[in-house]
C-alpha cells in the first residue's frame, strides 16, 4: 500500500482498494462492530472477513502526552495479541 500523508477523505472505491487487515475505531460513542461492517465498502475487506475491529479512545491514541508509550503498547497488543504480552524479566 502506498504511504498516505495527513488526513485525506476517502471514497468507498479508495476503502476497498487499500484493503485494511483491521480496521481502528474511536471507543468514545463510535460505531459498534456491525455498524462498521455494514458499511459496503468495509464489507469487502479482508477486516470484515474476520471481524477484525480495534476500538480504543482517540483522544488516548493521538494525545501525543505522558501515555503515548502505554497507548502504543495498547496498540500493538491489540494487533498482535499473540507477539506483545508482558516483558520477561
Do not use: H
Request: net charge negative; aromatic share 8%; glycine share 8%.
Amino acid at each position: 500500500m502506498r504511504e498516505v500523508n495527513g488526513f485525506k477523505a476517502a471514497s468507498e472505491e479508495k476503502l476497498v482498494e487499500t484493503a485494511p487487515y483491521v480496521i481502528l475505531s474511536d471507543g468514545n460513542g463510535g460505531p459498534t462492530r456491525e455498524q462498521v461492517f455494514s458499511i459496503s465498502a468495509w464489507s469487502a475487506t479482508p477486516a470484515a472477513a474476520n471481524r477484525a475491529l480495534v476500538v480504543l479512545d482517540g483522544a488516548y491514541m493521538i494525545g501525543f502526552g505522558p501515555r503515548t508509550a502505554e497507548a502504543v503498547r495498547d496498540l500493538a497488543e491489540a494487533l498482535y495479541p499473540d507477539e506483545v504480552g508482558t516483558p520477561a524479566n
